[in-house]
């Protein structure tokens, strides 16, 4: 008789491949193989995974089509299952695929939408934390500034797009209408925080996405600004910071090792 | 916020969706509780957690497990208990509860709940598991009988002899889906009132019930399949008024995870378990009159 081991053993690995034969000992109340009734499983665990990812990526579903979008999540769940029971962790990898995935070559942008909407889940999930309001900055004199670090809030999260990936996500989630794109203008960075109950999402200025990116590594804002002002000679860091401030993405700052303000 | 735990009365309770929230919040419906799904709340804030605070200053909550995979042979994740534990401490629910079932095989979570064989090697297992949750949570769980689809030649064990040694061992309680009974017994070919009358009924601490979707196993027999996307059918309706005639009032969860309709449909099926516990409330307290008289 198998062990409890071996009957899981052989079970997995006929639910995770549709070609596999049912495993042997899984019987009907006719005590016959089973196929059907083993296939019930199989059909579960593709479907329910296939619906997580639909949840979680309903913008990238609405640009390729609901069949297309259910074949590719299909190829998806068979080369890259989920490793954990936490089922809003998955789909972390699923730009990566996709940006390989040969039938959805013609839709270069595609990865980039699936990245922001990954990191609106993110955020949404992201701890929660209370952002610095607009005075953050009130009394510190300049000599002083470019010294400090900020805690960007925990669910901040930075999508760099070559294509205007941004304005693509917004027209299919129903921001904005739908209209002509033109895949040759500038790319977008987008910022995706949820300072409060609400995730937002939103264009970072020339030279932001640097400066975000260096300030994320711990680097003073002085340090920051240095980065991406010689990322993007347009960068204004009095603009930036007010944007950020202003988008609740700034959770704290410290002025010296001494002092933490909340 | 430091909350007490608040147990769960004998009345009907739904499983909580993001979709109801507002309409529960506005109307205040009178409902006796609220079962949420734990995997669900395992992020680290965010809406979920706001919302979840919302009900639970207001309603009592449960709280069901969907991803330990505790009918595997390899060991529980202990990342994933050590969720469920804080979980539990945050809200301090008045049930906790699992599956019969296993999900997970060489870290690949397969997301469903799939079938143990009933031999004394599982029962082993199973046990062992318990015994590691109840000790790591510090409370007492309940197993719930599962939705089948095929048995195993393994198997050298009925069900209820399989949940009840379990029980027997680890102290645990029992969740009783009644339609997972039916699911199972027409699957099986069995007879779902010979189940129910012979099942422990002093062990169950929670009672489920859901809408399942019929299809045929392709030799023409029927194959009921645990969709959670329909109102209750008549027949499960029928199997639960036998149960409660049995068990007495128990805390009933009225589970609709699929094709979610509105707020008002799913409310009417808690207050229809409502009214079943209600008389069994009711012919409780005749019987205790008649005692005492």
Same mark, same amino acid.
């Given at each position: 008789m198998r062990s409890l081991a071996e009957v899981q053993a052989e079970f997995a690995a006929a639910l995770r491949d549709p070609a596999a034969a049912t495993p042997d000992g899984i019987v009907g109340p006719d005590h016959e193989p089973a196929p059907r009734r083993f296939a019930v499983y199989r059909n579960n665990v593709i479907v329910g995974l296939v619906k997580a990812l639909k949840g979680s990526f309903p913008a990238v579903e609405r640009i390729v089509g609901e069949d297309f979008f259910q074949a590719m999540a299909r190829a998806y769940v068979r080369a890259e299952p989920p490793r954990?029971?936490?089922? %809003?962790?998955? @789909?972390? +990898?699923f730009a990566d695929f996709i940006a390989g995935f040969e039938p959805a $070559?013609?839709?270069?942008?595609l990865p980039d939408v699936a990245w922001i909407e990954r990191a609106w889940r993110e955020a949404y999930h992201a701890a929660d934390a209370e952002p610095l309001g607009?005075?953050?900055? $009130?009394?510190?004199?300049e000599d002083r500034l470019g010294g400090l670090t900020l805690r960007l809030h925990p669910s901040l999260r930075l999508v760099r797009s070559r294509y205007p990936a941004l304005t693509i996500w917004k027209m299919n989630v129903g921001d904005i209408p739908v209209g002509p794109v033109d895949l040759n203008a500038s790319g977008e960075d987008a910022l995706i925080v949820r300072p409060a109950a609400e995730v937002t999402v939103r264009t970072v200025p020339p030279g932001g996405a640097d400066f975000v990116a260096a300030l994320e590594e711990g680097r003073t804002l002085g340090e920051s600004a240095a980065a991406a002002l010689a990322a993007? =000679? $347009?960068?204004d860091l009095a603009a930036n910071l007010a944007g950020l401030v202003g988008a609740g993405a700034i959770a704290g700052r410290v002025m010296d090792p001494e002092e933490s303000v909340q | 916020m430091t909350m007490q735990p608040q147990a769960i009365p004998s009345r009907a309770g739904v499983g909580l969706k993001p979709e109801h929230h507002q309409a529960i919040i506005e109307?205040?419906?009178? %409902?006796g509780w609220f079962e949420i799904h734990a995997e669900n709340y395992m992020?680290?804030?965010?809406p979920p957690h706001r919302r979840l605070a919302e009900i639970r200053e207001r309603y009592p909550i449960s709280l069901h497990g969907v @991803?330990?995979? %505790?009918?595997?042979? =390899?060991? %529980? *994740?202990r990342d994933h208990l050590q969720r469920l534990k804080q979980l539990n401490e945050r809200y301090r629910p008045g049930l906790f509860s699992e599956h019969l079932a296993w999900s997970t095989h060489d870290s690949i979570f397969f997301n469903d709940l799939l079938p143990v064989p009933y031999t004394e090697d599982s029962v082993a297992r199973v046990s062992e598991h318990i015994d590691q949750v109840q000790e790591t949570v510090g409370r007492r769980m309940l197993l719930e009988n599962p939705s089948t689809y095929l048995t195993f030649?393994?198997? +050298? &064990?009925?069900e209820i002899d399989f949940l009840t040694e379990v029980a027997r061992r680890t102290g645990c309680g029992l969740l009783l889906d009644v339609n997972n009974v039916h699911v199972s017994a027409t699957n099986q070919q069995t007879d779902a009132i010979s189940y129910l009358d012979a099942f422990? &009924?002093?062990?169950? @601490?929670e009672i489920h019930l859901a809408g399942y979707a019929p299809e045929d196993d392709g030799k023409g027999a029927p194959l009921l399949i *645990?969709?959670?996307? =329909?109102p209750i059918d008549p027949y499960v309706w029928g199997l639960y008024e036998h149960t409660i005639a049995r068990a007495g009032p128990v805390p009933t969860l009225v589970e609709w995870d699929n094709d979610v309709p509105e707020w008002p449909v799913l409310f009417a099926e808690a207050q229809r378990a409502d009214a079943v516990l209600a008389r069994a409330q009711e012919a409780r307290e005749r019987e205790l009159v008649a005692v005492a008289g």
């Open positions: 954990s029971p936490l089922l %809003i962790d998955y @789909g972390v +990898t $070559a013609s839709l270069p942008y607009a005075d953050a900055f $009130a009394g510190i004199g993007e =000679r $347009a960068f | 109307t205040g419906p009178d %409902i992020g680290a804030g965010g @991803g330990l995979s %505790i009918g595997a042979a =390899r060991p %529980i *994740d030649v393994e198997s +050298t &064990m009925g422990p &009924m002093e062990l169950v @601490g *645990d969709a959670h996307d =329909r």
